[in-house]
């Protein structure tokens, strides 16, 4: 039986692997028919099989194997006893009545091991099977509430980084000492080139991860300091990849505050300008969104998001590259509404476009995990670093943007 274990633990990777293919390029079909590897996918997912096949039948094959060898050994030895047992009856030492009696001791002591051979080989594979899931509860979690850890008591929620490194890896350092602070109430922007840390910023926020240096502190609280229920709870973001749950759009609103009055979803979706676009549905708020919320473009999945976030109403607001998919028409109307939403809220918002934080109460350039340049956009201009660069590049790009916009304009 121990022998047999690692067919059928074999058996299960290869399960697992033909699992994870299928899903892999049944979520990805988009990217299949870009590429057209429907054949390679098949292929792939085939030879997965192919292996499952091979050590489904191996693993079949030897637990027959073991139970013909058990039954085999039983029934020699039961002909044997029998055969002395009927020499006995021949030779006069028993009765007729001895054989049958021999006969059913032998059956009543074969029978249940029989049974306990058969049953033992059962759940030690069933183990065997649970044996990842179980490895599964041995995993420890990155970030743990300390113990005894208080709750986040967030009155006007000032955030400061205080020197603050990460690394995913321990070979690669992402931010290498990050200082600044978002006073209570006020608006920081983060910008900076793709890759620099900025979404990192968002995630340590949350603690998804602890940062391996430094300290980030709310209203003076260090954020290892409380639990993570209670710090999550305060803090609202539209991150930069949405993806929404399989489900309607009103459920996808909801999802930031569950159980939120019909009332509330409506004026949410009035703040993030989807209002027009959600009534311009045949089902409206009930049109199911698809998987990830693919039949949603990636502007409306960012306003279902933003206004999400809202409905959550956090005291602290993040906005990860939250306009980044919107036309620039549309993003000047979302700006209006989240700067008034925003108002009074702590708020960082990361952007890509510079034109939505001109206003912001600071701005800093971060570059390779590092503040390269601070300040408002008038200061920050007249240094002539990074960020005057960054921003005459996009000037660049807008006056052809506003060039199109008014091609749209022109009837017919
Ligand atoms: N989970 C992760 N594991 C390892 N490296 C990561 C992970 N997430 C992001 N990175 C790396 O960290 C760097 C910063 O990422 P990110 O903060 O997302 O950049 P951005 O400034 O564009 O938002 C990138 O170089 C990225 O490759
Ligand atoms: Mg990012």
Not at 38 to 44: F, G, I, S, T
Not at 365 to 386: F, I, M, T, Y
Request: net charge negative; aromatic share 8%.
């Amino acid at each position: 039986t121990e022998w047999r274990m690692k067919f059928r633990r074999e058996m299960n990777q290869r399960d697992d692997e033909a699992n994870t293919k299928a899903i892999d390029s049944l979520i990805n079909y988009e990217t299949v028919k870009y590429f057209n590897n429907e054949p390679h996918e098949a292929r792939r997912y085939d030879a997965a099989l192919r292996g499952y096949e091979t050590a489904a039948v191996l693993s079949q094959v030897s637990l027959s194997k073991l139970n013909i060898g058990q039954g085999a050994i039983i029934a020699v030895g039961l002909v044997l006893n029998m055969l002395l047992a009927a020499k006995g009856v021949q030779d006069g030492n028993m009765t007729v009545g001895d054989f049958v009696l021999v006969n059913t001791y032998l059956l009543q002591l074969y029978m249940p091991l029989n049974f306990l051979g058969f049953v033992y080989r059962q759940i030690k594979q069933s183990l065997t099977d649970m044996e990842r899931m179980f490895s599964l509860l041995d995993v420890d979690k990155e970030v743990e509430d300390k113990a005894g850890s208080a709750e986040l008591a967030c009155s006007d929620a000032a955030i400061r980084f205080e020197d603050v490194k990460f690394s995913y890896n321990p070979d690669r350092e992402i931010l290498k000492g990050v200082s600044f602070e978002v006073p209570a109430g006020k608006t920081v922007a983060v910008v900076g080139p793709s890759g620099a840390g900025k979404s990192t910023l968002t995630r340590l926020m949350f603690r998804f991860y602890d940062v391996s240096a430094g300290r980030i502190t709310i209203d003076g609280q260090d954020i290892r300091d409380v639990t993570q229920n209670s710090l999550r709870r305060e803090i609202g973001i539209v991150p930069q990849d949405t993806v929404l749950f399989n489900d309607t759009i009103a459920y996808n609103i909801s999802y930031g505050r569950p159980g939120a009055e019909q009332s509330e979803i409506e004026e949410v979706t009035k703040l993030a300008s989807i209002d027009g676009f959600i009534e311009g549905l045949p089902e409206g708020f009930k049109t199911k969104v698809g998987e990830r919320g693919l039949k949603l473009s990636g502007g409306e999945k960012q306003r279902v998001s933003i206004a999400r976030m809202l409905l959550k109403r956090p005291k602290i607001m993040i906005f990860d590259e939250a306009t980044s998919a919107l036309d620039t028409r549309t993003e000047k109307d979302i700006q209006q509404a989240l700067r008034d939403v925003s108002r009074g809220h702590t708020t960082l918002i990361i952007a890509h476009r510079l034109s939505t934080v001109i206003d912001a109460d600071e701005i800093i350039v971060l570059r390779d995990g590092q503040v390269a340049e601070r300040g408002r956009h008038q200061d920050l201009l007249s240094q002539e670093g990074l960020y005057a660069e960054m921003w005459a590049q996009q000037q660049e790009l807008r006056e052809a943007e506003e060039l199109l916009a008014h091609a749209g304009e022109i009837p017919g």
